[in-house]
Nanobody, 120 residues
Framework: QVQLVESGGGLVQAGGSLRLSCAAS????????MAWFRQAPGKEREFVAR????????YYEESVKGRFTISRDNAKNTVYLQMNSLKPEDTAVYYC?????????????WGQGTQVTVSS
C-alpha cells in the first residue's frame, strides 16, 4: 500500500504557473501508474493527467493539453504537475492518485488534495 501527500497548491493570477508535488511512501513507487485528478465545488472529480511507471508515456485531459505537464522522479518517489497558463476554470482541489501498473480498474490510492485557486 502506498500513501500519497500533495503539496504546492495556492493562489495564482490567471496566466501564471504552479507546480504541484505528490510524495509517495509505503510502497514501491516504480510499481505504480500515477495520475492527477481535480474537483471543483458542485462538479464531479475529473481526470487531469496520467503517467506510466517509467515516466515515458503520458496522457492528458483535452482542456489541459499544451498547458500542463505531468512528470515523475522515481528516485525521489515523487510525481509532479507543472501547470502553466492557468485559467480561472482550473480552480479546484487537485488530487494525486495511484494504481499498480499492469492491473485494470480505477485508481485506488488517493491523496487528500491541495487547493489551487486561479484569480481573474
Amino acid at each position: 500500500q502506498v500513501q500519497l501527500v500533495e503539496s504546492g497548491g495556492g493562489l495564482v493570477q490567471a496566466g501564471g504557473s504552479l507546480r504541484l508535488s505528490c510524495a509517495a511512501s509505503g510502497g514501491t513507487f516504480r510499481m505504480y501508474t500515477m495520475a492527477w485528478f481535480r474537483q471543483a465545488p458542485g462538479k464531479e472529480r475529473e481526470f487531469v493527467a496520467r503517467i506510466d511507471w517509467a515516466g515515458t508515456s503520458t496522457y492528458y485531459e483535452e482542456s489541459v493539453k499544451g498547458r500542463f505537464t505531468i512528470s515523475r522522479d522515481n528516485a525521489k518517489n515523487t510525481v509532479y504537475l507543472q501547470m502553466n497558463s492557468l485559467k480561472p476554470e482550473d480552480t479546484a482541489v487537485y488530487y494525486c492518485a495511484a494504481k499498480l501498473r499492469g492491473l485494470s480498474g480505477d485508481f485506488n490510492y488517493w491523496g487528500q488534495g491541495t487547493q489551487v485557486t486561479v484569480s481573474s
